[in-house]
């Protein structure tokens, strides 16, 4: 005798039931989390379509449509948790000390390049990179192999004190848009580069008493 089939879930209640679960605390935003997830989702179709008699079309429609629904709240829930990126992959090299070896200048064009295209993820790692070349071009910063972001962010802040908090930032969308699930955003891309550009036409403060104070003006945001 077959056994009998499930009953079907309507697709609010199946809304429902899949964001009451998502929204327990032990689950967090990890590889685990999504093989998880999967598991739930495949085991979950099995019983449905085991279930099914063959000839009930309107049962497997609704099946369908539940289906349907479910992988639709499943998509939107990791989007909006970052576990899947908005933007595209980058389309430039997220190393400090990249080769070919650019000038700060050519960096500095080509994320405001990649900023006007709208492509923020590629125009935020390359508005720090030029920051670096730029630093580093005129001996105030040594680069070494592997560099992070906030390592390159707590030396520039050595000649630049005054910009230490727009430097840290910067340092932290340059994560969040080379490695993060997350997209840096327009404004995180736009102040990354304005620093850049102002860092590129400031004089460093060499003395080690002088009082924290930029040399030409401060660029809108920056911290004191």
Same mark, same amino acid.
């Given at each position: 005798m077959r056994p009998a089939a499930p009953p079907?879930?309507?697709?609010?209640?199946?809304?429902?039931?899949?964001?009451?679960?998502?929204? !327990?605390?032990?689950?967090?935003?990890?590889?685990? *989390?999504?093989?998880?997830?999967?598991?739930? @989702?495949?085991?979950?179709?099995?019983?449905?379509?085991?279930?099914i008699d063959g000839s009930s079309a309107t049962q497997a429609g609704i099946a369908v449509l539940v289906?349907?629904?479910?992988f639709a709240v499943v998509f939107l829930v990791l989007r909006r948790t970052g576990m899947i990126r908005r933007g595209h992959a980058l389309a430039v090299v997220s190393?400090?000390?990249?080769?070919?070896?650019?000038?700060?200048?050519?960096?500095?064009?080509?994320a405001r390049e990649a900023i006007d295209a709208g492509r923020l993820d590629d125009g935020t790692v390359l508005a720090l990179r030029a920051l670096v070349r730029d630093l580093e071009e005129?001996?105030?910063?040594?680069?070494?192999?592997?560099?992070?972001?906030?390592?390159?962010a707590a030396q520039s802040a050595v000649p630049f004190p005054e910009l230490r908090g727009r430097l840290q930032?910067?340092?932290?969308? *340059?994560?969040?848009?080379?490695?993060?699930?997350?997209?840096?955003?327009? !404004?995180?891309?736009?102040?990354?580069?304005?620093?850049?550009?102002? @860092?590129a036409e400031s004089a460093p403060d060499l003395s080690e008493d002088a009082p924290e104070q930029p040399a030409r003006g401060e660029p809108a945001g920056a911290d004191a």
């Open positions: 079907p879930l309507d697709p609010d209640e199946a809304r429902s039931r899949t964001l009451e679960e998502l929204s !327990k605390s032990e689950y967090d935003d990890s590889p685990g *989390f999504i093989a998880w997830l999967l598991g739930v @989702i495949e085991d979950w179709l099995m019983s449905v379509l085991d279930g289906l349907i629904a479910l190393e400090l000390d990249a080769e070919p070896v650019l000038s700060g200048a050519q960096l500095r064009d080509s005129r001996t105030l910063l040594d680069v070494s192999a592997g560099m992070t972001a906030h390592e390159a930032r910067g340092a932290v969308a *340059f994560d969040t848009a080379a490695y993060s699930h997350r997209a840096a955003t327009a !404004k995180q891309a736009d102040d990354l580069l304005r620093l850049a550009e102002y @860092i």
